[in-house]
């Protein structure tokens, strides 16, 4: 199953993925692809929202990806540590 997350108020962020996410791993997919093509940033309402979804997908069984990350999304998630916690498909341009 892929997700897209679009450009959105970060505080925003992480109501909406703990509203909407729970339903769609009710029949858990093989995987949850979080799409990120449409993040001009991660801030740190988006690395909240990852972090929540990484252990919402690992409660039920779900591999949890990340695609399209920009170099600088890859460098947020770095700096916080997180790459080698996330799977981080190779940074876009």
């Given at each position: 199953?892929?997700v897209?997350?679009?450009p959105?108020?970060?505080?925003?962020?992480?109501?909406?993925v703990k509203?909407?996410l729970?339903?769609?791993l009710?029949?858990?997919?093989?995987?949850l692809?979080?799409?990120?093509?449409g993040?001009t940033?991660?801030?740190s309402?988006?690395v909240?929202?990852?972090l929540w979804t990484?252990?919402?997908c690992?409660?039920?069984g779900?591999?949890?990806r990340l695609?399209?990350?920009?170099r600088?999304?890859v460098?947020?998630?770095?700096r916080?540590?997180?790459?080698?916690?996330?799977?981080?498909d190779?940074?876009?341009?």
């Amino acid at each position: 199953m892929v997700v897209r997350w679009g450009p959105t108020r970060p505080e925003d962020l992480l109501g909406d993925v703990k509203e909407r996410l729970p339903p769609l791993l009710d029949v858990p997919p093989r995987a949850l692809v979080v799409d990120l093509g449409g993040m001009t940033r991660l801030s740190s309402g988006a690395v909240a929202a990852l972090l929540w979804t990484g252990v919402a997908c690992r409660s039920r069984g779900v591999p949890m990806r990340l695609r399209h990350v920009s170099r600088a999304g890859v460098a947020t998630l770095r700096r916080a540590g997180l790459v080698t916690t996330l799977d981080v498909d190779g940074p876009d341009s």
